[in-house]
Structures are given as structure tokens and as C-alpha cells.
């Protein structure tokens, strides 16, 4: 079983930069997919990003490809979420999470592991 810890969020003005990190233990971290998913207040859990097993292949929500970027390193078991010129709706707790059988994927429900999450709050 993978154990997946977050951490990197915090308070940011809107057009700042953040980058998350996801620290994993366990089994082969790069036996493993990994995703990101964040949750507002009230809101769903929705998918912000996915990368494959290597690395190689990503995959982003389409509102929010153009200023994040998924990278991985598996030496290092970690996996990062850089988020660039944020607004305030990026405000939310942001969850890192791997899937048990599958490749890269984005939906939720296909995800086995995951994180406590890490807060991120963007002012206006």
C-alpha cells in the first residue's frame, strides 16, 4: 500500500506561484501513476492533473493546462505540482492520489491512494 504526504501549500497573492510536492512510501513508487485533485469549500473533488508511471505522459483539466504543470521524480519517490500565476478560484485543498491498477487516469473513482491534502489559498 502507498502512503502519500502533501506538502508545499499555503497563502499566495493571485499571479503568485506555488509548487506542491506529494512524498510517497511503500511499495515502487514508479509502479504507480500519480494525480492531482483539489476540493473547494462545498464543491466536488475534481481532477487538476495526472501523470504516467514514467513520467513521460501528462494530462491536465483543461482550464488549468495553460498555468500548471505535473512533473515527477521517481528517485526522489516525489511528485510535484507546479502552479503558476494563480487566481483566486485555485483557492482550495489540493490532493495528491495514485491509482492501484491503472496508468495515468482521470477519474476520481479510479484512484486508490490518497493524501491528507495540503491548503492553498489564493488573495485577491
Known amino acids: 500500500q502507498v502512503q502519500l504526504v502533501e506538502s508545499g501549500g499555503g497563502l499566495v497573492q493571485a499571479g503568485g506561484s506555488l509548487r506542491l510536492s506529494c512524498a510517497a512510501s511503500g511499495p515502487i513508487f514508479s509502479s504507480y501513476a500519480m494525480g492531482w485533485f483539489r476540493q473547494a469549500p462545498g464543491k466536488e473533488r475534481d481532477f487538476v492533473a495526472a501523470?504516467?508511471?514514467?513520467?513521460?505522459?501528462?494530462t491536465y483539466a483543461d482550464t488549468l493546462k495553460e498555468r500548471f504543470i505535473i512533473s515527477r521524480d521517481n528517485a526522489k519517490n516525489t511528485a510535484y505540482l507546479q502552479m503558476n500565476s494563480l487566481k483566486p478560484e485555485d483557492t482550495a485543498i489540493y490532493y495528491c492520489a495514485a491509482p492501484r491498477r491503472r496508468d495515468i487516469t482521470t477519474l476520481r473513482h479510479e484512484y486508490d491512494y490518497w493524501g491528507q491534502g495540503t491548503q492553498v489559498t489564493v488573495s485577491s
Open positions: 501523470i504516467s508511471r514514467s513520467g513521460r505522459t501528462s
